[in-house]
């Protein structure tokens, strides 16, 4: 249960190993830079399953790819995240009896995610066989202010004894990735990716762990320091590749021992000397007492909400829904242009630590309307990896252009299972969306000159080599759109209409970029011609987007409408999601769709067709969608919800919101589903709100939920910020800084200066 | 160079690494049942690579296939055929000089092929480096007469020289599939799949190694017996998994000595207790003396030629070149319905032994026109892997009606890419068009009744289960046609064709059959009810065929024509073929065929088009097809000469007839390209003398090339059998058996009954 000061808590928590699976992601600690896990320090019975897993965004090992067939150009190798050395073990013995959640007696417990301090607590008040009663109080931290830096703070203290009382603080070099013979996915992949090198005490209290990759050149070091708050026998220990140091001491009735265990991790593609890095930035951490790093994380996050909250107002329970959702935004995303977006953030293992199209289409938008640098790292995350887009496209046989990956770390394609991987080519036009949408909010020339547009042109010149005029339009083959139950169509209509908004606003850019005198660097530096912007043009144009009059509809693909309807009826299967049941054959063949797909697109580029055709879209589709992926409800929630559908919108909210959280599709324990939570923020912002950022500026139609007594969230536009207000009577918009501005609520245009308040809309909602 | 009296001969043969490779494969024994490779009996020297096999056509373990994704339903098993037991070594030591090719002198050497003896020879005059010389001649067999039996005849003779031999023949358990690092395919795959259990002396001269396989629960025995021609001192030697026999003797200058070396094969599909059975077969193989097994050969032969040769008059080479295939085809075809036709027949490891439409499409027609009762038991395979077929239907979410494999062994799937392998649902067309003309030919209503109609209802019930009506029209989505360029297509005018003859031939022999009251067996066995024949008779009636009216032609499938062409002017690339440059995904968007696919419908189908749009087509498509795959300029070859293009068909045939024996496409070493040799047949039968087999008889419209005089072969027909002989004035025809029949000549219709003489047709061909 989440409360109001944005506390995520559960007392005398459940000993089920399932639970425990599941709490293990959702009360992870993360930055950004690294995960870890929120595991027992102590472990678990030797009958638990339990993923201990501590991450580094975009540190990676290499494996093999099997592939059936050996066609030219398959991918044969991808990067996996790796799981690192552990450092949370910690020991406690009391007297002769070590410390169990599943001995003795567990007389109270609680676990806590607290996200204005950046902490989790896990705190038991624990009875042992013998009668011992010991409380235990436990904050660990991934801090925002020195990314490679995570703490536990333990306490001990005795309710009722007085005896000796031993910690035993360990760092363990041998770490392995999850490995589990119920999933055939990661079944051949039992391996050590990560090699220990050295393992050895820098001084009395610090130990240090080196390792490389086995296939990637990569390595990192962990070094962990304990400080105990009162005198007391130390012993270290070292084996083969690991660490430990034992501290023995009395504890009197009622007093209390604290150890500070300080872990930092650097890698050695953010430093290469990551040895001696890992060790300087250990006594920096040290050098002043932990509570200036709690300090440090409170104030990050207290900056972080204060631009960054949503509040609902009348429900607190999705409230604090979309609070946990937006604080694993800030956990998963990556600081550095190393780093992206994991689809299950730094909590699990789930995809393998890989970037998909889930960060430009789903995570990015909270950021670029909230916390803009954070946004534009992403967008040069992609831009560093301009080089390997451009080697996968020669392999997809392009002679032109880039290519992104579906699934990637280090920019290379992952995607083992092509025509649901790299066939998706909208990749490129997310990207492109994602890089247009920046110079909407931001209008920031420079980083279009430096970076956003060589990005536009690349993937523009992509369009161009794909596709080809037929009777006049300009079409596109053999690609897959988002649906991934239907793959390898001509002319998707999500697809097609992302490449004509990308090579639109590729010549758009080249125009404004040669009018202020900015074009000439990346023109030479790719060879942009005026003939290319001209194709760009035209293709752009003449872009053919399925549309069926008879049903006023656009059609997912050139033959979908062609194929057979799911036969719901007929089967009375409860097999969702259909992909565990159905050979790809025959889903294919099928009117069928996993996930929005042209709703998707209505939603993104609504000045391409009329209301009417994307009302009759969404209601076509809606009958024929399963939502098996978890980035399917919010979109049908923000397009209910432009339609005026009020409870319909709601009802997918909620489905959304709570996903994790209830752990709906079954799999949290291997990771948060972060792509969903910036659904989250979407369906309240662009759904609820009806934000459309568009050429002329911000459109806002907010809604108001009959549920709700209104909800409030600020926005960064051109530099400024405001603050949007909806009431059940208004719609109240308050400037925080920046110069005046264009909006248009419900389509009116207004000259945004200090404030504006307009009355709700009640009643039909029109085009 | 080939003889007139169907002789392959090459004199002082290369010792080419590669050449070697490619002999092993040329020189091969096979009988449809085993097949051994033509190693050196002796070996290589170490550096030398060599392909040493003997296989059981139909015998097979199991071995895993990787699939990068686990998605529902894809293969995750396959069979492999195996290499069993080595029974071909034979040491010779002249003194204490060992013989082989790679030391001392080959004065002289001959490879030999006896294409009416039904052996290979090899004859090689060498003196060793002391200077001795001997002549060694060596006669191999697999016998048709008793298919587990496989002889050598070792003939040694002293030229010059009184002395010391000794002859070693062995007997070696242990066997490998080939493995090479330069082919990704198998490279995982260097596996023991063949476990030897026992080896002994069963008798004097007798050994007997018993082997199981790792996966597929099989077994397998091989009898060795040697009898030498004169008396000598005799080693029996037994290692852990192999025996050999030392012959030592005294050989005076002039003398000869003579090794008969027998093997038999026994597989524990066919004999269950093979241990046994095996020593049996031995006994009889022994019981006559070998010259009895080489007159049952040339017998057999002799048969098989009489109804069987092709004769090419004024082109002894193309004629030797198409007796060679025929050969071929003979060695390759099962003989049991426990086996098929491998596509490498049983001459190498290229496709693991697998069998695919090959068989019903370019193998079958052979047998069906010259030695029918192969045919039947071709069809009676498939009859026996109904239920296999009826299981992937069910993988592939078919609720009724049975899906083929595309490359199998038992019935079950092996295709592991299922774009290119089990989206090929035309194979359920492709087999029952070999039933259809099974029928056509024999007019066997038994057949149908037993086998035939269970797997045309069974088929047809398939494509009902697939298709679906759409405006008007009986749509198949989402199958691949045997384009492999081109994957996952709606409507692939081959595959609809198919799909329409085979609903409109279920209804049609349920109709015969129903009036000829043989009808209740098979339609109580599966359920078959006058309302799905009802529905057969509409969905072919309805069946939707793509045409394009502006060209005149049938697209390869809907959206066929609005892909971009390949860039053939545009990349000077010599990459062939290309699957082996491009991603599947860049072959797929393009206008581009690897082979013969709406041109093969036209072909088999030719009166659901008009002429027009048959020629146009083939115009259309010869432009863009590569032929990079073996089956596709035989086809080319047909279409020409139905349309007069005579030059162009002699092309295309010169490209087919010799693609082995010059090893055209580089990896005869594999295999040899069985379909290639059925297709060259096809070429002369249904492409020069312009052969359909109709439901009104059979019609043919000869022509003759202008580099011959002439040709002729044999056809059966309802029980009967004839001989066509076209002359460069007339084609002649002579019933040898049978009851009159109607016959059409260049669209004339003849009543046939004793011979039958018509000019030969000169000037433009005519619909």
Same mark, same amino acid.
């Given at each position: 249960?989440?409360?109001?000061?944005?506390?995520?808590?559960?007392?005398?928590?459940?000993?089920?190993?399932?639970?425990?699976?599941?709490?293990?992601?959702?009360?992870?600690?993360?930055?950004?830079?690294?995960?870890?896990?929120?595991?027992?320090?102590?472990?678990?019975?030797?009958?638990?399953?339990?993923?201990? !897993?501590?991450?580094?965004?975009?540190?990676?090992?290499?494996?093999?790819?099997?592939?059936?067939?050996?066609?030219?150009?398959?991918?044969?190798?991808?990067?996996?995240?790796?799981?690192?050395?552990?450092?949370?073990?910690?020991?406690?013995?009391?007297?002769?009896?070590?410390?169990?959640?599943?001995? !003795?007696?567990?007389?109270?417990?609680?676990?806590?995610?607290?996200?204005?301090?950046?902490?989790?607590?896990?705190?038991?008040?624990?009875?042992?066989?013998?009668?011992?009663?010991?409380?235990?109080?436990?904050?660990?931290?991934?801090?925002?202010?020195?990314?490679?830096?995570?703490?536990?703070?333990?306490?001990?203290?005795?309710?009722?004894?007085?005896?000796?009382?031993?910690?035993?603080?360990?760092?363990?070099?041998?770490?392995?990735?999850?490995?589990?013979?119920?999933?055939?996915?990661?079944?051949?992949?039992?391996?050590?990716?990560?090699?220990?090198?050295?393992?050895?005490?820098?001084?009395?209290?610090?130990?240090?762990?080196?390792?490389?990759?086995?296939?990637?050149?990569?390595?990192?070091?962990?070094?962990?320091?304990?400080?105990? @708050?009162?005198?007391?026998?130390?012993?270290?220990?070292?084996?083969?590749?690991?660490?430990?140091?034992?501290?023995?001491?009395?504890?009197?009735?009622?007093?209390?021992?604290?150890?500070?265990?300080?872990?930092?991790?650097?890698?050695?593609?953010?430093?290469?000397?990551?040895?001696?890095?890992?060790?300087?930035?250990?006594?920096?951490?040290?050098a002043s007492p932990v509570k200036k790093w709690y300090y440090l994380q409170e104030r990050y996050l207290k900056q972080f909400w204060d631009?960054?909250?949503?509040?609902?107002?009348?429900?607190?329970?999705?409230?604090?829904?979309?609070?946990?959702?937006?604080?694993? #935004?800030?956990?998963?995303?990556?600081?550095?242009?190393?780093?992206?977006?994991?689809?299950?953030?730094?909590?699990?293992? !789930? %995809?393998?630590?890989?970037?998909?199209?889930?960060?430009?289409?789903?995570?990015?938008?909270?950021?670029?309307?909230?916390?803009?640098?954070?946004?534009?790292?992403?967008?040069?995350?992609?831009?560093?990896?301009?080089?390997e887009a451009r080697e996968n496209a020669r392999i997809l046989g392009h002679g032109k252009g880039v290519l992104y990956p579906w699934r990637?770390?280090?920019?290379?394609?992952?995607?083992?299972?092509?025509?649901?991987?790299?066939?998706?080519?909208?990749?490129?036009?997310?990207?492109?969306?994602?890089?247009?949408?920046?110079?909407?909010?931001?209008?920031?020339?420079?980083?279009?000159?430096?970076?956003?547009?060589?990005?536009?042109?690349?993937?523009?010149?992509?369009?161009?080599?794909?596709?080809?005029?037929?009777?006049?339009?300009?079409?596109?083959?053999?690609?897959?759109?988002?649906?991934? %139950?239907?793959? #390898?169509?001509?002319?998707? %209509?999500?697809?097609?209409? #992302?490449?004509?908004?990308?090579?639109?606003?590729?010549?758009?850019?080249?125009?404004? #970029?040669?009018?202020?005198?900015?074009?000439?660097? /990346?023109?030479?530096?790719?060879?942009?011609?005026?003939?290319?912007?001209?194709?760009?043009?035209?293709?752009?144009?003449?872009?053919?987007?399925?549309?069926?009059?008879?049903?006023?509809?656009?059609?997912?693909?050139?033959?979908?409408?062609?194929?057979?309807?799911?036969?719901?009826?007929?089967?009375?299967?409860?097999?969702?999601?259909?992909?565990?049941?159905?050979?790809?054959?025959?889903?294919?063949?099928?009117?069928?769709?996993?996930?929005?797909?042209?709703?998707?697109?209505?939603?993104?580029?609504?000045?391409?067709?009329?209301?009417?055709?994307?009302?009759?879209?969404?209601?076509?589709?809606?009958?024929?969608?399963?939502?098996?992926? @978890?980035?399917?409800?919010?979109?049908?929630?923000?397009?209910?919800?432009?339609?005026?559908?009020?409870?319909?919108?709601?009802?997918?909210?909620?489905?959304?919101?709570?996903?994790?959280?209830?752990?709906?599709?079954?799999?949290?324990?291997?990771?948060?589903?972060?792509?969903?939570?910036?659904?989250?923020?979407?369906?309240?912002?662009?759904?609820?709100?009806?934000?459309?950022?568009?050429?002329?500026?911000?459109?806002?139609?907010?809604?108001?939920?009959?549920?709700?007594?209104?909800?409030?969230?600020?926005?960064?536009?051109?530099?400024?910020?405001?603050?949007?207000?909806?009431?059940?009577?208004? /719609?109240?918009?308050?400037?925080?800084?920046?110069?005046?501005?264009?909006?248009?609520?419900?389509?009116?245009?207004?000259?945004?200066?200090?404030?504006?308040?307009?009355?709700?809309?009640?009643?039909?909602?029109?085009?």
């Open positions: 249960m989440l409360s109001k000061n944005m506390i995520y808590q559960i007392n005398n928590f459940s000993l089920d190993n399932q639970k425990l699976m599941l709490y293990e992601t959702i009360f992870h600690n993360a930055n950004g830079y690294i995960g870890i896990r929120s595991n027992f320090e102590e472990g678990y019975p030797d009958n638990y399953q339990s993923i201990r !897993g501590a991450y580094i965004n975009g540190f990676y090992d290499l494996t093999p790819v099997a592939q059936a067939e050996n066609l030219y150009g398959l991918t044969h190798e991808k990067q996996t995240m790796l799981n690192i050395h552990d450092v949370q073990e910690i020991q406690l013995m009391v007297g002769g009896e070590k410390f169990s959640m599943f001995s !003795g007696t567990v007389l109270k417990s609680m676990r806590r995610l607290d996200m204005k301090k950046g902490i989790t607590e896990r705190s038991v008040l624990w009875r042992s066989p013998q009668g011992k009663t010991v409380k235990i109080d436990i904050t660990r931290m991934t801090s925002f202010a020195l990314l490679p830096l995570f703490t536990i703070e333990y306490h001990v203290r005795s309710i009722d004894f007085s005896g000796e009382v031993k910690l035993r603080s360990s760092h363990i070099g041998k770490a392995m990735n999850y490995y589990s013979t119920n999933d055939p996915r990661v079944a051949g992949d039992h391996i050590q990716h990560l090699v220990p090198d050295e393992a050895f005490f820098a001084d009395k209290n610090t130990s240090v762990i080196l390792s490389h990759t086995l296939h990637s050149n990569l390595s990192v070091t962990t070094v962990v320091r304990n400080v105990l @708050s009162r005198k007391s026998r130390i012993k270290n220990r070292l084996y083969e590749n690991s660490a430990a140091q034992d501290f023995l001491l009395k504890l009197d009735k009622g007093e209390e021992v604290v150890l500070i265990k300080y872990a930092v991790f650097c890698d050695s593609i953010r430093y290469p000397d990551c040895r001696k890095k890992a060790q300087k930035i250990m006594n920096k951490a040290t631009t960054g909250a949503v509040v609902i107002k009348g429900n607190e329970k999705l409230s604090n829904a979309i609070t946990y959702g937006l604080y694993q #935004l800030i956990q998963s995303v990556g600081k550095d242009p190393y780093s992206n977006v994991p689809a299950k953030g730094l909590s699990g293992e !789930g %995809y393998e630590g890989h970037y998909f199209w889930d960060t430009e289409m789903y995570v990015e938008p909270y950021f670029l309307l909230t916390h803009t640098e954070i946004a534009r790292n992403l967008i040069l995350y992609r831009y560093r990896t301009l080089k990637t770390i280090t920019g290379k394609e992952c995607s083992g299972y092509f025509p649901s991987g790299s066939a998706q080519y909208h990749i490129n036009g997310d990207i492109a969306y994602s890089v247009i949408n920046y110079y909407l909010v931001t209008r920031d020339l420079g980083f279009m000159a430096d970076y956003g547009a060589e990005i536009l042109f690349e993937t523009a010149r992509l369009w161009i080599n794909i596709g080809s005029y037929y009777q006049g339009s300009f079409r596109i083959c053999c690609v897959t759109g988002p649906d991934e %139950y239907t793959c #390898l169509v001509n002319n998707n %209509y999500y697809t097609n209409v #992302l490449a004509k908004h990308n090579l639109k606003w590729a010549a758009k850019i080249y125009d404004i #970029l040669k009018k202020n005198e900015k074009i000439a660097p /990346v023109a030479e530096k790719i060879h942009i011609t005026e003939s290319e912007i001209q194709e760009f043009r035209e293709a752009s144009q003449h872009m053919y987007l399925p549309y069926n009059e008879k049903l006023d509809i656009n059609p997912q693909d050139d033959s979908f409408l062609m194929k057979k309807k799911w036969p719901f009826s007929k089967n009375d299967f409860k097999e969702y999601p259909l992909l565990m049941h159905y050979h790809p054959l025959c889903l294919y063949r099928h009117q069928i769709c996993k996930q929005a797909d042209t709703v998707l697109a209505h939603f993104i580029l609504e000045d391409e067709q009329k209301f009417s055709t994307m009302k009759h879209s969404f209601q076509y589709y809606e009958k024929i969608t399963t939502h098996d992926s @978890s980035l399917s409800s919010c979109i049908f929630c923000i397009m209910a919800s432009r339609f005026g559908m009020s409870e319909k919108a709601y009802q997918y909210f909620g489905n959304s919101a709570e996903l994790d959280l209830k752990n709906l599709q079954g799999n949290t324990k291997d990771g948060i589903h972060v792509a969903n939570f910036g659904g989250v923020y979407m369906a309240v912002v662009f759904g609820f709100a009806g934000l459309r950022i568009k050429e002329d500026g911000f459109h806002l139609a907010p809604a108001l939920p009959k549920e709700w007594k209104g909800y409030e969230f600020k926005l960064r536009n051109a530099g400024g910020l405001f603050d949007l207000m909806v009431t059940d009577k208004s /719609v109240n918009i308050k400037v925080l800084s920046g110069i005046p501005q264009k909006i248009f609520v419900y389509n009116k245009p207004y000259l945004l200066k200090k404030s504006l308040q307009v009355p709700l809309r009640t009643g039909a909602v029109t085009e």
